[in-house]
């Protein structure tokens, strides 16, 4: 059953009780992430989400640390461009403690000065990691050229020149601004009783901002671009991909559906022809990025210098494939059994439950039964995924990234085309 309760000060509180569960996952969700960010600030959130687990008045970082390694816990938290999550997940009885710990980290956190540059460090560093490790700098390197010019486009972690300008007075400000009774949603699932949430809650949010913190972003624009970031290294990393749906659209069971038919699984043609049949690539994959208002559709594949070519040729007529031939029965019977699969075993977690009932808060504002999501794969047909197909994958939106060593001059790359 879910349950859904709004604080005095605005705040949202959704539940699923999982009476079988031993386990309770809770999140504090702020629908705010680097999409909001200005070009100078990038990387703010994602700054301020390692600076709340460095100390408040009650605990210093070393005891927050042990706190939650006492009781057998996790506590952690992420960035993404449109929400931060700060999140535990402990066996019931210590429900009350996780309310405690991550209330006065979210509440209390000092931004001792110290503290900050040590932390400016850590991440100076995480970016440095990022940017030697090419298999994922290569999905950053997508997203700016696929969303070039806009806040989506911007790495989360931000730069090195804009993580090293933030200051803590504009750091605490960006805080005290963006987190604001409206965007904030604290979901729970497991073994949770409703009322008694609310009772652990109490009043400790009472002195959050009302309101919400931002405008509404504004819509990217997207054109035909490839980039090409000469490296030495073994292999080619590329990334090759066009638009894609928003989180709420009525044909995003059709968008999940063409993703794994593509290349969302071993069993998707890209992988069975370039990795299987071939053996042109260990890695190659498809991904869905969607957002509130927009979203992209993307290939990755890691190949040698002298296949990078024959890749793309696959990857492309695969896309066009998708484009003119309708699935068959089969395969598309497939596609919808895996998709209903994965997320009825993903059910099984407390933590993906907690993360479905927030999610679907931020994207849809209400919860999506299973059922109705069940039916919505059911629904699908060969010529809805088609004409889907069709209007999405458009060669004027094709967004090539190569890393490695790739001959800037190529003929085959300035006519890559659907």
């Known amino acids: 059953m879910i349950y859904k309760s709004i604080l005095d ?57 042990r706190e939650i390694d006492s009781i057998g ?15 535990a997940k402990v066996l019931d009885k210590f429900l009350p403690n996780a309310v405690d710990l991550l209330s006065d980290i979210f509440l209390n956190s000092l931004f001792n000065s110290e503290e900050i540059e040590k932390e400016r460090k850590v991440i100076l560093q995480e970016i440095s990691m990022l940017e030697d490790t090419p298999d994922d700098y290569i999905h950053d390197l997508f997203s700016q050229n696929f969303w070039q010019g806009h806040p989506l486009g911007m790495p989360i972690i931000g730069n090195e020149e804009s993580v090293g300008g933030l200051s803590r007075d ?77 989180q709420n659209h009525p044909n995003r069971y059709e968008a999940y559906i063409l993703n794994t038919v593509l290349g969302g699984s071993m069993s998707s043609r890209l992988f069975q022809e370039v990795r299987e049949k071939l053996g042109l690539a260990y890695s190659i994959y498809s991904y869905m990025a969607s957002h509130s208002d927009t979203g992209s559709l993307a290939v990755y594949a890691g190949t040698s210098q002298e296949r990078v070519n024959e890749v793309i040729e696959i990857i ?98 300035a006519d890559i085309t659907l």
């Open 9 to 65: 000060s605005g705040i949202r509180v959704i539940s699923e009780n999982i009476p079988h569960a031993y386990s309770v996952s809770i999140g504090i969700w702020v629908a705010n992430g680097s999409r909001h960010e200005g070009r100078e600030s990038n990387g703010v959130a994602h700054f301020i989400e390692h600076l709340l687990f460095k100390g408040t008045e009650r605990r210093g970082a070393l005891d927050i640390a």
């Open 316 to 413: 492309l007529r695969e896309f066009k494939k998708l484009k003119t031939d309708p699935l068959s029965p089969a395969e598309l019977d497939s596609a919808k059994e895996q998709l209903k699969g994965n997320i009825l075993l993903s059910l099984e977690s407390s933590d993906n439950r907690m993360s479905k009932l927030a999610k679907n808060e931020i994207y849809f504002g209400c919860y999506q039964p299973l059922p109705e999501i069940i039916k919505g794969f059911d629904r699908v047909t060969s010529e809805s995924l088609l004409g889907l197909c069709e209007r999405l994958i458009d060669g004027d939106y094709l967004t090539l990234v190569l890393m490695g060593k790739v001959e800037r001059d190529s003929p085959f790359l």
């Open 170 to 246: 504009f750091i605490v400000s960006y805080k005290q601004d963006k987190y604001r009774a409206g965007d904030i949603i604290i979901a729970a699932a497991g073994k949770v009783e409703h009322q008694e949430l609310l009772r652990l809650l109490g009043g400790l949010f009472a002195r959050i901002p009302s309101g919400k913190s931002s405008e509404e972003p504004y819509l990217a624009t997207h054109e035909k671009k490839i980039d090409i970031i000469e490296k030495d290294l073994e292999q080619v990393h590329l990334c090759l991909g066009t638009r894609a749906l928003p």
């Open 73 to 87: 816990g996790i506590l952690n938290a992420f960035t993404s461009r449109e929400y931060v999550c700060y999140y």
